[in-house]
């Protein structure tokens, strides 16, 4: 697969038309990255790891998430008493913008528009090395993420009609060792080869078409 996307400035004027339109920067964000930012940022805990976990591991399979996200914390503290602080913390947060509850083993975070599902469910140290398979690194991989994750929302719901969701995105962001925006974005594209065919697309051809949509 060539690298189509090197240097090219239309990646930026894509993103910058996104980002102009507030509905369509809402509507394109990651909700990946809004938590993990709230975890690091507004919590007051020090969070050690971030990372995707399934309903088995969160202990909540009856839940219908989009997306489920675990952390843990140095040192290892009581469970009840950290869904207590993000109950709390998440209210003050995200104000009006979402719905918070509190589960038994998770804090519910329910986007209100566009709508989305994330569980946040808090571990010991031991527990999450046991789930996780890949530990990716929020800090060092946020912006160009939160960037690629835009700017294939946006390619998807437009060329395909949502044949591929958002949630899907930011999972297949979630896999990625990625330091660019252009490998981001090509690296998530790639992901969905098979679904890229079945539309009658190769995943260079799905990729130039992104950038034909600014000449």
Known sequence: MVNIFINDPRLKKILKMIEMNKNLNQLYSSKWHTVANFLYNNTGLTITKVGQLGSIGKGTAHRSSDLDIGFCTSPNMNKNKIRDTLYEKARDCFGSKVDINRGKNAIHIDFK??????????????????????????????????????????????????????????????????????????????????RLRDKGYTVDRFLRRILNELK
Not at 114 to 136: A, H, M, R, W
Not at 162 to 167: A, E, K, L
């Open 113 to 194: 528009s566009p709508k989305g599902y994330i569980d946040l469910v808090y571990l010991t140290q031991s527990e999450f090395n046991q789930e996780y398979k890949e530990v990716k690194s929020y800090k060092q991989r946020s912006p160009h993420q939160q960037d690629a994750i835009k700017i294939a929302k946006y390619a998807f719901d437009v060329f395909l009609k949502g044949v591929i969701r958002g949630d899907e995105v930011e999972k297949a962001c979630n896999t990625l060792n990625c330091s660019q925006l252009n490998s981001c974005l090509q690296g998530i594209i790639n992901y969905f080869t098979g």
